[in-house]
């Protein structure tokens, strides 16, 4: 069992840089692929960006390449999301995810979610 709390997000003006943390409990932390989701005001919740249990392999969403990067310690039991040049419609519920299965972009095969931390990105 792994239980996760996101921390870092706010408001940030379109452009800019926010850089989202995941703090896991456990000592397994280092068995479970990890991944970034969001869900925006009245939208479904999207996929944003995974990571392999030792951040050998990232996986990004198309719109995010090149812009965000996921990276994880697993020393320190976190995952993070670097986020560059921001825009308005990224404005959404940031959420991690947890599974000890295998990298995927379907938020289904991930078994542990924390609460989310708001991003606003204004124009």
């Known amino acids: 069992q792994v239980q996760l709390v996101e921390s870092g997000g706010g408001l940030v003006q379109a452009g800019g840089s926010l850089r989202l943390s995941c703090a896991a409990s456990g000592r397994t932390f280092s068995s479970y692929v990890m991944g970034w989701f969001r869900q925006a005001p009245g939208k479904e919740r999207e996929f944003v960006a995974a990571i392999s249990t030792i951040g050998s392999s990232t996986y990004y969403a198309d719109s995010v390449k090149g812009r965000f990067t996921i990276s994880r310690d697993n020393a320190k039991n976190t995952v993070y999301l670097e986020m560059n040049s921001l825009k308005p419609e990224e404005t959404a519920v940031y959420y991690c995810?947890?599974?000890?299965?295998?990298?995927?972009?379907?938020?289904?095969?991930?078994?542990?979610w924390g609460q989310g931390t708001h991003v606003t990105v204004s124009s």
């Open positions: 995810a947890a599974n000890r299965h295998f990298v995927s972009r379907s938020g289904r095969e991930y078994d542990h």
